[in-house]
């Protein structure tokens, strides 16, 4: 894993994946005392970063691995950056979603092109599934983060942040990641250590669900307890990734955490300030950057918002905490 | 009026105005039943292309007018625009609103910088203060739209597009334009008529205050029976300008009129789409797009967002159109 096959995944994605622009505002520069930079990744191709580690990954494969088809277990995001990729490729997508996954997910996936096959989270052994469809079919399966390819596709987002900050004459600042299993914070953190290293990344996390953070201060691998029950739900996994953790153990400042109402009102804030929609995981470390400033030392802190799917009810929950 | 002055403006605003990308879903072209790409002003500074014309108009000043400072008569997104440029360049802004406009834009209007003084719609003449301020105080009076320098940075929206749509392989298409006094639209078509000659703006209004569409049909100015009593009010003007008129005329197809239901329903479209948010004024461009496919032909439309203006509560209101 190193610079290079993130600037290899960068000419792979370029004219397909959104270069997301660099947002700012005052008024959110007031809130957090310093200027603040946002990187809207709700705004790539399927609303998350997803989008552009699924595709370095299915672009880097060979004419007979496409003909083949590639594969994932995801119940959200990576799934429909997957889905979404494979198909632009020409090649068959299937999805393995819980039978329980939200009917709209389960319908969106599908429209982007994917067969999905729907496994009971209780009665069903979904690795075993998997294995069939490796060895049977002969399909790739396509990891959600541990994953070199992926990883580089995601810190795509990182050369874009270096020279977005670069031309708004920012050099030296915090840079604060949603982070679930950390490929898009490893992505970004190997990134930025070759192209902007006065810049520090610092993984954010939503309360009770703090892996990365304990991870980090044990200076080892550590569990989430549960992995449901949060309105974060993009950005929960049971535990940071055996290629990654290291990588976010050399590169990032210590975890921050944030709660839930911080993200809706976080949301909120963006809805009015910036015109983007954010769901409450791709949230945090924007949440990070402006409610909680004795966090940071320096001038700037650059945000990057990593998704935005989020649906209408939660998202007037989020609006209704502007007064 | 011309190409020149469009191209000087770009050059102004680079680095100062957002690049805003193009942002496209398989799930609006299925709507659409052919490509659409959509360019969102929402995400520029001050969440409308207002900016744009408002920074290349105090840009192009020179020291001693800048020293004097600029005004301007708005309540909605020309007022903040001009009040950012004029501050971020060091000149003062006064910005003159009427006395009842939402308390939330008189407060964003002075947060950006600008001294506001309001007037009584019913006793005070706005025309005589504006006289005070130019003749007495010698500042200088930047117009909404019926101003070169103004239609100038709308038009290098127009610019953008036709680099970006070249880039994902679109040369011909349709490009509607959400259009109030004509500035962006008559901005985007000078632009297109040089850079992208095989492509054709349509302006889109909302119903009962379509004077633009009549007007091009008549051949001659037509005037709005009222304009107030719309939720697309940033885009609601008495009549197309004097400047902008002629270059509508001899540019752009006919006139596009909306529903303001259908402006509801795709602000909510575009939340779940492409995760932007929309003012309903900002949305007629897009609505025309994706509803009335009928009204074009050829395989790509480019629908412009102007602005994301929008309260959470109507915000809402729309979100309530997702079934």
Redesign the interface.
């Known amino acids: 894993m190193n610079i290079d096959m993130i600037r290899a995944a960068a000419k792979r994605i370029e004219?397909h994946a959104?270069?997301?622009?660099?947002?700012?505002?005052?008024?959110i520069d007031?809130i957090a005392g310093r200027r603040v930079l946002i990187k809207?990744e709700?705004?790539q191709?399927t609303?998350s970063f997803k989008f552009r580690g699924a595709w370095s990954a299915v672009s880097a494969l060979d004419q007979a691995a496409l003909d083949k088809g590639v594969f994932a277990f995801s119940s959200g995001n990576h799934a429909q950056g997957v889905a979404?990729a494979a198909t632009a490729h020409g090649a068959k997508s299937v999805i393995l979603m819980p039978s329980d996954a939200p009917a709209v997910k389960l319908a969106?996936t599908k429209?982007?092109g994917a067969d999905v096959i729907t496994y009971d989270r209780e009665k069903d052994d979904r690795d075993a599934i998997g294995e069939e469809i490796a060895h049977e079919r002969g399909m790739t399966l396509i990891r959600p983060f541990d994953e070199p390819l992926v990883i580089a596709g995601q810190g795509t987002v990182g050369l874009e942040i270096a020279q977005q900050a670069a031309?708004?004459g920012v050099t030296k600042a915090t840079v604060t990641v949603c982070c679930g299993g950390g490929g898009l914070t490893s992505g970004i953190a190997l990134a930025l250590a070759a192209d902007a290293p006065d810049m520090q990344v610092r993984p954010v996390e939503p309360e009770g669900f703090d892996d990365v953070a304990r991870s980090l201060r044990a200076g080892a691998i550590q569990r989430n307890n549960r992995t449901d029950g949060s309105i974060c739900d993009a950005i929960i996994t049971p535990q940071p990734g055996k290629v990654t953790f290291p990588i976010l153990q050399s590169h990032c400042g210590d975890g921050i955490v944030v709660t839930e109402d911080d993200c809706l009102r976080t949301m909120?804030i963006a809805?009015?300030r910036?015109?983007?929609?954010?769901e409450p995981g791709g949230a945090v470390g924007l949440a990070a950057a402006m409610l909680y400033p004795d966090l940071f030392e320096g001038d700037a802190v650059i945000a990057v918002v990593s998704g935005?799917?989020v649906d209408?009810p939660l998202?007037?929950r989020a609006?209704?905490t502007?007064q």
């Open positions: 004219g959104v270069r997301t622009p660099m947002l700012t505002s005052p008024f007031d809207p709700c705004l191709k609303g979404m969106n429209a982007l031309a708004m909120a809805f009015e910036l015109r983007i929609v954010i935005g799917n209408a998202f007037s609006l209704a502007l």
